[in-house]
């Protein structure tokens, strides 16, 4: 199988491709949009500020190539937030897979730190990527922003509010936590990505 991971200016990418190895796959990273396209799965991961890494997809036309692919997508943490329509997080303009806004993270009181940083658990799972995962198991974040809960969902989280921790649209994936840094629930994640049957 080939597993492409995107290429562009995020931060945290190799600790996928590490992931990956463990799972037995060696991914390519690469900008190419003839190597993306002819991936039989294709990673979008990374951390990052929403406008700056928006403006390099735009200039490499990687927005273009993301829109368009027909495999298997998924997005991790930057990735989800760069799916949706919109983000606050530089007032900018998104790819638009999702019809979703992301919003950052409001303290409500005095120990609600932000970013949302740490494990939480998962909740009101739906679709093939959580094959296996039961409610309540505990995933790895690093956030200021998230994606309220919308049709897309396919699970929940609760920080200061409930908010989107997964989301799935046609052959397109994401993820607001880390399955990468997940422990064996996120292994179980990443293996249920490879073997979606499309």
Not at 65 to 90: D, N, T, Y
Request: net charge neutral; charged share 25%; aromatic share 10%.
């Amino acid at each position: 199988m080939k597993v492409a991971i995107v290429k562009y200016n995020a931060g945290n990418i190799y600790s996928v491709v590490n992931a990956m190895k463990r799972l037995g796959i060696t991914p390519e990273v690469t900008d190419s949009p003839e190597r993306l396209m002819q991936a039989d799965r294709v990673l979008f991961p990374g951390q990052g500020e929403a406008k700056s890494t928006m403006n390099y997809l735009h200039e490499h036309r990687l927005d273009e190539v993301i829109r368009g692919l027909k495999q298997p997508v998924l997005g991790i943490c930057i990735g989800q937030q760069l799916m949706c329509r919109h983000s606050e997080e530089g007032n900018v303009d998104c790819l638009g897979i999702f019809d979703a806004e992301v919003k950052r993270f409001k303290p409500q009181r005095h120990e609600d730190k932000v970013p949302h940083m740490g494990w939480n658990s998962l909740s009101e799972l739906k679709g093939p990527l959580f094959k296996g995962i039961k409610e309540g198991e505990f995933v790895y974040f690093v956030h200021s922003f998230y994606v309220p809960t919308n049709s897309f969902t396919t699970a929940t989280s609760d920080y200061i509010i409930p908010f989107s921790a997964a989301m799935q649209k046609d052959n397109f994936y994401a993820t607001q936590f880390h399955p990468e840094k997940s422990g064996n629930i996120g292994k179980r994640i990443l293996q249920n990505f490879l073997e979606l049957d499309l």
